[in-house]
């Protein structure tokens, strides 16, 4: 490859990364709290990137440390699990830095000595194999890596590390532009996809050529800078020099040292000598010019002195930092000056010099060497600041002592450096300085001068307001306040003058998002077109409804309440019956009766043709039967149906075994039989006669059971037509114990109450759920942890119907985390139940973000927790909050969730009746559980204090015999944890061109050491035939294994002589096994146990076809092992709509080749024969209107329509689609239905695409679908009809879609444990299938195990409040219609954040933060000093979606700035020119579509072809005003946080994060200079010591990006939490990250292609942002129109327009 080939290639690579940048997704990297997702870090992108810090200064090693120990454990705190890999080669970019290779290499040392991380320095490059080897053996979830280096060099190197990760399947995520909350961290992922997988096959030549050149280039680098210094000496010399010094030194101080002592002294001799040698060198070359050696010698001799000065004042400063704790470095001033330049080439040579020290530092390997201060080896801030003090003040008469114990150890170290240098003598220690060059540049002012900063009144503006004085009453009297007359008490904005302006009424107070949510149908209208549109809409519920579950529908009438009867205790019926009661019970007698001879009569119809098909095919006569079996309920008609089958299925197992030899047994016979006598043992003991128990032993004896046979009857009796030889014949050759689970397993039967509860009708209820119906029954909460499908949601509909009875006033909410879900619950409630209610109230209503309808006026609300949050903080909606009895939380671990977290938990503190909290995963439901009950003590005791019953209102409205239930504060935690089904795991891979599975046993996915450190995980349960594999195993691995015997299945105590195991058998089985697992770990036999894990792993599967082209033989071949109906997840929206329609595309082919020319052909012909009949019809129709009905006429027109209908058929026929070439049932729903469903979608974005692939029997589902969209899918597939389903996580939030099978066919960073298991829940419909199957397809193995084993994650609280939030809070409080309930709700919500429950100190820094926030309220004029609503406080609360754009937003209204702009075309029109809009849409696309895109990005030389792609910056006016309302809230915030800093912990703050290394100590006092250096405290109140040392100070804090770390992290907030809005966003390496014009760009030209092909964004999520932003801006316009009253506002018709021509273009779409 020739040099010019080599640059385009690269240039290549770098291209294919930057056009997956703006692809990239801003992504939480932390989805679960637990231990599975391990990752990578690359080492020296973490270098590069924190380096380029801005608040760190160069040379401050120690703040360096402190940066990237600050990151690393906040990756940890959030629970990730990662090594830090260096390469080899990755050093080889530093050698044009000198400065950086003794700071990388101390980096890797401290890592690998002082902190428990993974570092990996063994590979040499990311081409190497063992790489290759140690990703496919680790498998991390991501690599992360910077995108750019320190110079092109390094950046290279990146590019190679990101395209070979992506080409082994593994994910990249960007080190820069990374950003961090409490919970989550933010990153850029660029996903490994197809593009990039091929890019490296087709070029792996060509890659690892270029690769080579590169590293020869660096390697010339390295050369070229090590000859500048050293001249002759090469790289090995130079090693050798160092080997030698530090021998010397071993033998100099043969007691040991500290690193920092050590490399002080060697570093500086050996920096000596080389700088010797470097004169030397220089004066041979010149003397060759014949110069005057004398004064050529005597310069020598200067320049000599001079860096023997340096290396002085350079073991000063060591000393200095061996005897200063950091909280006296901190106050150290702050040196601006530069080094003088004709010092640098000695500094290099000081830097290589370190780094050869550094790099055989293991030569000290069996010496006594402390190496804790790695990560503190030298300050170059403090040499600066002793070189200033030898050079000026010294100089200019200051003499100050050094103190004893310093000067000593100074001594000791420059006697060493003395002794080490050996080839000539250094000068003495003493003076310091003996020459008079200048170390450091002159400039104008060379102390950074922190006192004077202006640091603003730190007072806070009084208040007098109870609520306030409640909450945070305790800390207010520590607090500094402001006197009445002070400047920024009377400055406080007058809103009245703005209004008067313009004749506006800010104050007046705005509909809210009730108000203005679309109304799907006007309640009151009585119109008859309304409606109609009311009738189609509740049939179509019904219709949905009952796709969901067939629960025929309840008539509930209200009931007065009679206090709790107690199920549990068994009345006595006959003792109190009155008459009629008696004649009830002989009616039901009677009805029981004739149901029972109908279904008599019905068997003895039916039974012949069954018993005849059970002889021609028992499997397909036993499936009839079985389906007779379900629908009849009378037990003496099922007793005499098995029965027969019992003797079907004897006379088959005969016949195989007489005609058959041993080898070819069929036994799923033995299985039907085994089924049949489970059933009638276990379901009618009662019924069986002697004879019936002879047949079940006989049948026993044939399958060779003779065990369980003599426990049910003599042998002699059944044994009597069978000679004991031919026995052996029919046995199945293994024990009945063995049989059953391998071969039963799915059939064993549950272990199930009997006794009904009178209290539900349609089943027989677990002892659990009977305790979530007593929870209901008794008022109480409960949190309900449960698997997906166990029945969970039964409670709810129980909790429904209690509070439809009790009257016609109480409400229940049930909130959904999503628009599906709740669409789904909708339907249900409407299918279940109907209730006669007055006029104008509705049974059940709805209230979204999109629509509502009956919200307020109904009983049964299903909604969402943003919405329902609104109406809680409603000042006006009290009256009906306090109607509601009940609130249902659904998927209620969405309290740990990304986003709206912070929502479910204001529900849950603001409520005051009892609620139901449903999840299938949470992992610590006790914390929950408990904070929950602290909730419930508050409430307790405020309705204690205001001693008034809160329902008074409710209850007086309700009817005189109305029975009020006592109020209960109780928290119930119920936990139920066996599935329905068991699961089975299956690993599908792809070898020559073809799919194939393997059975993936669950306990492949542990590892002896997890086991041993968390046990066996509590939800990794075992099928029977995995718990016989288990044992199997175990019993092959260890051959004196001395419980075998016992736990021989035939043997176990828990199956032995069983002739039905059932469920729970198999399962205290299994927990024996696993327990016996535990104990040879435990007990020195994990050998063994590694053995056995291995052995059941299969065996590594890696696809190495192309997984997109086989995806759909996958779905063929599931087809074919009938395990569809199969839900497939992706986690990408294009792939999930790309796999859908490469299925139909399959099947279209496959139709294709199977049709024939002549079909074609055919079709063609009718075609044209239908278009000729349907011309003569019409025809025929002119002439008969004009000829009056002639009635031969009328037989011709007849016949043409005959024919007509005729030739229709014929088409139809011919163009039907076979049934191999579609996966629909056209059995499971009527074509009036299906034609019903597809009506509904016909207008919608994507209705056409997903009716034509429904009509193959395929669908996909996904968040960016209309909700018709996603019903459509939904309905089919629960109705059997689409059988195929490609999907997002979206899918596994609650939507009831189960199905048999669910195969995760993308890997991808959301694939986590928390999604797995609700993904993989849906898998077996219960009642329908005992099995469910979960198939992995393009899954790594280690990714595999990472998932099954993983714990789901902890709800951990959110940071609960935000500016937006107090303002909403403060508008209840002030404005609520009941004050004293209102304010006890909103100091609910700010007492229980569950981030401060048991944290006092974090409940501390909430009331600051409080404080913080009320006083920018007020100094923004939006909250008097009596907390009450002025301005427009009431806009910026309507758009708290949008905090801080709302603020922003109504500053530049206040200001003006949109009059200034929205001035229309003529003088008095109504009309905005483009360029206005235009404008506007900059401006808003600023504030509300703020999309970052990757820094790199803005270099890329791609084309753009409709869209600009990149965001402009706001016009100058909005700018500058942007920038002064910054200023002002970051002094504000910065004047919040010197407040805050009084509750950091200092002890903390003195230590490294991660390693723990203490700074403390006792401050050096006997020296006058250490304490003339370090003496400036002023400034250092709110900074970390650490960034103290970069001369960072409080000043800093006022400045616009500051980073995180500076500020005192242990006071728990930074300043994510300030409400600013940057215009520039700079990334961790100080770049600018660009913002998305989206928003503008389709504003322009209207086309989503555009933004697809330019702006890089999916269709769906393009969509969604689209609609989200035009929804922002009607809420905008609307509200403007609220609070104008001049009809012709410019601002109010200029965003009256925008709203409306955004939305026609969006329509449009």
């Given at each position: 490859m020739g040099l010019e080939e080599h640059m385009m290639f690269l240039e290549k690579m770098s291209q294919l990364i930057m056009s997956a940048l703006p692809k990239a997704k801003h992504s939480s990297l932390f989805n679960d709290f637990v231990e599975s997702e391990f990752f990578l870090i690359d080492g020296d992108s973490l270098l590069a990137t924190c380096i380029c810090e801005k608040s760190l200064k160069q040379g401050q090693q120690l703040h360096f440390f402190y940066v990237i120990e600050c990151y690393l454990m906040d990756l940890i705190s959030k629970g990730g699990q990662f090594a830090i890999v260096f390469f080899k080669d990755a050093e080889y970019a530093y050698f044009s830095f000198p400065e950086l290779l003794p700071l990388r290499t101390a980096f890797i040392l401290h890592l690998q000595h002082n902190t428990t991380i993974d570092v990996q320095t063994e590979f040499s490059g990311c081409l190497s194999q063992g790489w290759k080897s140690f990703l496919e053996d680790s498998y991390p979830y991501y690599l992360m890596v910077a995108d750019e280096g320190l110079n092109h060099l390094q950046t290279q190197l990146f590019n190679f590390l990101i395209i070979q990760s992506w080409s082994i399947k593994i994910n990249v995520v960007l080190s820069s532009g990374q950003t961090s909350n409490i919970l989550r961290l933010y990153a850029y992922l660029m996903p490994s996809t197809c593009t990039n997988q091929t890019f490296f096959k087709e070029n792996k030549k060509k890659i690892e050529n270029a690769y080579k050149i590169l590293i020869k280039q660096l390697q010339e680098c390295r050369i070229l800078a090590l000859e500048s210094l050293f001249g002759n000496l090469k790289w090995k010399h130079m090693m050798d020099e160092a080997c030698e010094t530090i021998s010397l030194l071993k033998q100099l101080w043969p007691e040991g040292s500290d690193i920092r002592r050590v490399l002080c002294v060697s570093s500086c001799s050996l920096s000596l000598r080389m700088y010797h040698h470097f004169l030397e060198n220089r004066n041979k070359t010149i003397s060759d010019q014949n110069t005057d050696i004398q004064e050529m010698e005597s310069n020598c001799l200067n320049m000599m002195q001079e860096m023997e000065d340096l290396c002085k004042l350079h073991c000063l400063s060591v000393v200095f930092l061996l005897h200063s704790p950091l909280s006296q470095r901190a106050c150290a001033r702050f040196i601006t000056s530069h080094w003088a330049k004709n010092i640098q080439t000695f500094l290099k040579m000081k830097k290589w010099c370190e780094y050869f020290i550094l790099s055989n530092i293991n030569i000290f390997e069996f010496w006594n060497l402390n190496l804790i201060h790695l990560c503190d080896l030298s300050d170059e801030l403090l040499l600066k600041n002793i070189a200033f003090y030898y050079e000026n003040e010294n100089v200019e008469g200051l003499h100050l002592n050094l103190g004893d114990v310093i000067m000593k150890d100074y001594e000791h170290l420059w006697n060493t450096v003395s002794k080490l240098v050996r080839k000539f003598s250094v000068g003495k220690p003493f003076p310091l300085r003996t020459t008079k060059l200048s170390f450091l540049e002159k400039s104008p002012s060379p102390i950074k001068d922190t006192s004077k900063e202006n640091i603003p009144n730190l007072g806070f503006i009084p208040m007098s307001c109870e609520l306030v004085d409640k909450f945070v009453g305790d800390i207010l009297k520590d607090l500094p306040f402001l006197k009445s007359d002070d400047p920024v008490v009377t400055s406080l904005v007058k809103q009245k003058e703005f209004d008067e302006l313009v004749h506006w009424h800010s104050h007046r107070p705005l509909s809210d998002d009730y108000d203005r949510t679309k109304c799907q149908f006007d309640e009151k209208s009585r119109d008859p077109r309304f409606l109609r549109s009311v009738q189609k809409y509740h049939v179509f519920q019904r219709f949905y409804g009952s796709s969901l579950e067939s629960v025929s529908p309840k008539v509930v009438v209200t009931q007065a309440v009679k206090p709790k009867s107690n199920f549990s205790v068994p009345k006595n019926k006959k003792a109190h019956e009155t008459k009629a009661e008696i004649i009830t019970r002989e009616n039901k007698k009677r009805l029981f009766a004739k149901e029972e001879q109908k279904e008599e009569e019905k068997w003895n119809a039916l039974s012949f043709s069954i018993e005849e098909e059970m002889k021609e095919n028992l499997n397909s006569g036993i499936k009839n039967l079985e389906d007779f079996l379900k629908s009849c309920k009378s037990n003496s008609v099922k007793f005499r149906v098995e029965m027969v089958a019992l003797t079907a299925c004897l006379k088959a197992w005969k016949e195989q075994c007489r005609g058959k030899g041993e080898s070819t047994k069929d036994l799923s016979i033995a299985v039907q039989m085994m089924k049949r006598i489970h059933s009638l043992m276990e379901r009618y003991p009662e019924l069986l006669q002697e004879a019936d128990q002879q047949l079940i032993a006989r049948c026993l004896k044939y399958l060779g059971f003779d065990e369980l046979t003599s426990s049910l009857y003599p042998t002699q009796v059944v044994g009597d037509d069978i000679k004991e030889k031919k026995m052996d014949k029919y046995s199945v050759g293994m024990g009945p114990v063995r049989f059953q689970l391998q071969y039963m397993g799915h059939y064993l039967i549950r272990d199930e109450r009997k006794d009904p509860d009178p209290r539900v009708q349609d089943f027989i209820p677990d002892t659990w759920q009977r305790e979530l119906l007593d929870v209901v029954d008794n008022n109480e909460s409960a949190v309900i942890v449960a698997p997906t499908s166990s029945g969970k949601t039964y409670a709810s509909y129980y909790c429904m119907e209690k509070v439809l009875k009790e009257s016609n006033e109480g409400v229940v909410v049930y909130v959904a985390p999503t628009k599906a879900l709740v669409n789904q619950v909708a339907a249900t409630v409407h299918s279940r139940f109907t209730k006669n209610l007055p006029n104008g109230e509705a049974l059940c209503g709805v209230f979204t973000r999109d629509y509502r309808h009956d919200a307020l006026n109904c009983q049964v609300l299903i909604t969402v927790p943003a919405c329902f949050e609104i109406l809680l903080l409603s000042p006006h909606r009290q009256a009906w909050v306090k109607r509601i009895r009940y609130v249902i939380f659904d998927e209620v671990h969405c309290l740990g969730g990304e986003i709206g977290a912070e929502v479910w938990e204001h529900l849950l503190v603001m409520i005051r009746c009892p609620f139901l909290a449903l999840s299938a995963t949470i992992s610590n439901p006790e914390h929950l559980t408990e904070w929950l009950q602290s909730v419930k003590h508050y409430w307790k005791q405020e309705d204690n204090t205001t001693g008034k019953n809160r329902n008074a209102g409710y209850c007086a409205s309700s009817h005189k015999d109305h029975f009020r239930m006592k109020e209960s504060y109780k928290v119930r935690l119920v936990l139920y944890g066996e599935r329905y089904n068991d699961l089975e795991k299956h690993i599908c891979s792809i070898t020559h061109d073809d799919i194939y599975f393997d059975h993936f046993h669950p306990c492949a996915a542990l590892t002896t050491d997890h086991i041993e450190k968390y046990g066996f995980p509590s939800d990794l349960t075992l099928s029977p035939r995995e718990t016989i594999q288990l044992y199997d195993t175990m019993f092959q691995f260890w051959e004196s294994w001395p419980r075998a015997q016992e736990l021989d299945p035939e043997k176990s105590i828990h199956c032995k002589n069983k002739i039905v195991i059932k469920k729970l058998d198999a399962r205290k089985y299994e927990e024996s096994l696993k327990a016996e697992l535990t104990s040879w770990i435990k007990n020195g036999h994990a050998e063994e146990a590694k053995m056995v894990l291995r052995n059941l792993s299969p065996d590594s599967v890696f696809s190495s076809g192309n997984t997109v082209k086989m995806f759909p033989l996958l779905v063929e071949k599931l087809r074919k092992m009938e395990k569809l109906p199969a839900l497939f997840f992706l986690f990408n929206l294009g792939d999930v709509e790309e796999r859908a329609l490469s299925v139909r595309t399959s099947l279209e082919q496959k139709q294709a080749e199977k049709r024939s020319l002549k079909a074609d052909k055919e079709a063609h012909d009718v075609t044209n024969k239908l278009r000729k009949v349907k011309k003569s019809i019409e025809k025929q129709k002119t002439i008969d209107e004009k000829s009056h009905k002639n009635p031969r006429k009328m037989d011709q027109r007849l016949i043409h329509e005959a024919e007509h209908t005729n030739l229709l058929r014929t088409?139809?026929?011919?163009?039907?689609?076979?049934?191999?070439?579609?996966?629909?049932?056209?059995?499971?729903?009527?074509?009036?239905?299906?034609?019903?469903?597809?009506?509904?979608?016909?207008?919608?974005?994507?209705?056409?695409?997903?009716?034509?692939?429904?009509?193959?029997?395929?669908?996909?589902?996904?968040?960016?679908?209309?909700?018709?969209?996603?019903?459509?899918?939904?309905?089919?597939?629960?109705?059997?009809?689409?059988?195929?389903?490609?999907?997002?996580?979206?899918?596994?939030?609650?939507?009831?879609?189960?199905?048999?099978?669910?195969?995760?066919?993308?890997?991808?960073?959301?694939?986590?444990?928390?999604?797995?298991?609700?993904?993989?829940?849906?898998?077996?419909?219960?009642?329908?299938?005992?099995?469910?199957?979960?198939?992995?397809?393009?899954?790594?193995?280690?990714?595999?195990?990472?998932?099954?084993?993983?714990?789901?994650?902890?709800?951990?609280?959110?940071?609960?409040?935000?500016?937006?939030?107090?303002?909403?809070?403060?508008?209840?409080?002030?404005?609520?219609?009941?004050?004293?309930?209102?304010?006890?709700?909103?100091?609910?919500?700010?007492?229980?954040?569950?981030?401060?429950?048991?944290?006092?100190?974090?409940?501390?820094?909430?009331?600051?933060?409080?404080?913080?926030?009320?006083?920018?309220?007020?100094?923004?004029?939006?909250?008097?000093?009596?907390?009450?609503?002025?301005?427009?406080?009431?806009?910026?609360?309507?758009?708290?979606?949008?905090?801080?754009?709302?603020?922003?937003?109504?500053?530049?209204?206040?200001?003006?700035?949109?009059?200034?702009?929205?001035?229309?075309?003529?003088?008095?029109?109504?009309?905005?020119?483009?360029?206005?809009?235009?404008?506007?849409?900059?401006?808003?696309?600023?504030?509300?579509?703020?999309?970052?895109?990757?820094?790199?990005?803005?270099?890329?030389?791609?084309?753009?072809?409709?869209?600009?792609?990149?965001?402009?910056?706001?016009?100058?006016?909005?700018?500058?005003?942007?920038?002064?309302?910054?200023?002002?809230?970051?002094?504000?915030?910065?004047?919040?946080?010197?407040?805050?800093?009084?509750?950091?912990?200092?002890?903390?703050?003195?230590?490294?994060?991660?390693?723990?290394?203490?700074?403390?100590?006792?401050?050096?006092?006997?020296?006058?200079?250490?304490?003339?250096?370090?003496?400036?405290?002023?400034?250092?109140?709110?900074?970390?010591?650490?960034?103290?040392?970069?001369?960072?100070?409080?000043?800093?804090?006022?400045?616009?990006?500051?980073?995180?770390?500076?500020?005192?992290?242990?006071?728990?907030?930074?300043?994510?939490?300030?409400?600013?809005?940057?215009?520039?966003?700079?990334?961790?390496?100080?770049?600018?990250?660009?913002?998305?014009?989206?928003?503008?760009?389709?504003?322009?030209?209207?086309?989503?292609?555009?933004?697809?092909?330019?702006?890089?964004?999916?269709?769906?999520?393009?969509?969604?942002?689209?609609?989200?932003?035009?929804?922002?801006?009607?809420?905008?316009?609307?509200?403007?129109?609220?609070?104008?009253?001049?009809?012709?506002?410019?601002?109010?018709?200029?965003?009256?327009?925008?709203?409306?021509?955004?939305?026609?273009?969006?329509?449009?779409?």
């Open positions: 088409l139809e026929k011919n163009l039907e689609i076979p049934q191999e070439c579609t996966y629909a049932n056209q059995k499971a729903i009527d074509t009036e239905t299906l034609q019903m469903v597809f009506d509904r979608v016909k207008s919608t974005r994507k209705g056409e695409q997903l009716k034509a692939l429904a009509r193959r029997g395929i669908g996909y589902h996904h968040s960016s679908l209309n909700f018709k969209e996603k019903q459509l899918v939904e309905i089919l597939f629960r109705k059997g009809f689409i059988r195929v389903v490609t999907a997002t996580g979206t899918l596994a939030l609650g939507i009831n879609m189960p199905c048999k099978s669910v195969v995760f066919a993308q890997n991808s960073v959301y694939l986590d444990a928390l999604n797995y298991r609700q993904m993989s829940g849906r898998a077996g419909r219960r009642g329908q299938d005992l099995m469910g199957d979960v198939y992995f397809f393009d899954i790594p193995l280690p990714k595999i195990g990472k998932l099954i084993k993983s714990n789901v994650p902890e709800l951990r609280g959110q940071f609960p409040l935000s500016i937006t939030l107090v303002l909403r809070l403060m508008l209840l409080a002030s404005k609520g219609d009941d004050p004293e309930d209102a304010k006890a709700k909103v100091l609910s919500v700010l007492k229980h954040s569950l981030l401060s429950f048991k944290q006092p100190r974090v409940t501390e820094m909430l009331k600051l933060y409080f404080l913080f926030s009320l006083q920018f309220l007020m100094k923004q004029g939006y909250l008097d000093q009596e907390g009450k609503l002025m301005g427009f406080a009431g806009l910026v609360s309507h758009l708290h979606y949008h905090e801080p754009s709302n603020l922003v937003f109504v500053s530049f209204l206040v200001k003006g700035l949109f009059r200034n702009l929205c001035q229309p075309t003529k003088k008095d029109s109504k009309h905005f020119s483009q360029d206005v809009m235009e404008k506007l849409v900059l401006v808003l696309a600023n504030l509300f579509g703020r999309r970052l895109l990757p820094a790199k990005f803005q270099d890329t030389t791609l084309k753009f072809y409709q869209s600009k792609v990149f965001l402009e910056d706001l016009p100058e006016d909005f700018n500058d005003a942007l920038h002064e309302y910054n200023m002002n809230v970051t002094k504000d915030f910065a004047s919040f946080l010197l407040s805050v800093s009084k509750l950091a912990d200092m002890k903390q703050e003195y230590q490294l994060p991660l390693s723990k290394i203490n700074f403390t100590g006792k401050e050096c006092e006997d020296s006058q200079l250490v304490s003339h250096l370090m003496n400036c405290k002023e400034g250092r109140v709110a900074i970390s010591p650490f960034a103290c040392l970069s001369g960072n100070s409080d000043g800093d804090l006022f400045q616009p990006n500051t980073p995180n770390h500076v500020i005192l992290r242990t006071i728990g907030i930074n300043h994510t939490q300030a409400p600013v809005l940057w215009s520039k966003i700079f990334d961790n390496q100080g770049r600018r990250m660009p913002l998305n014009a989206y928003a503008l760009d389709f504003y322009k030209h209207g086309s989503l292609t555009g933004l697809v092909q330019d702006n890089r964004m999916n269709e769906g999520t393009a969509y969604e942002l689209l609609k989200d932003f035009a929804l922002t801006i009607r809420s905008i316009s609307v509200s403007l129109r609220e609070l104008c009253e001049n009809e012709d506002d410019n601002v109010v018709l200029a965003f009256e327009q925008l709203s409306e021509t955004f939305f026609e273009k969006l329509n449009q779409v």
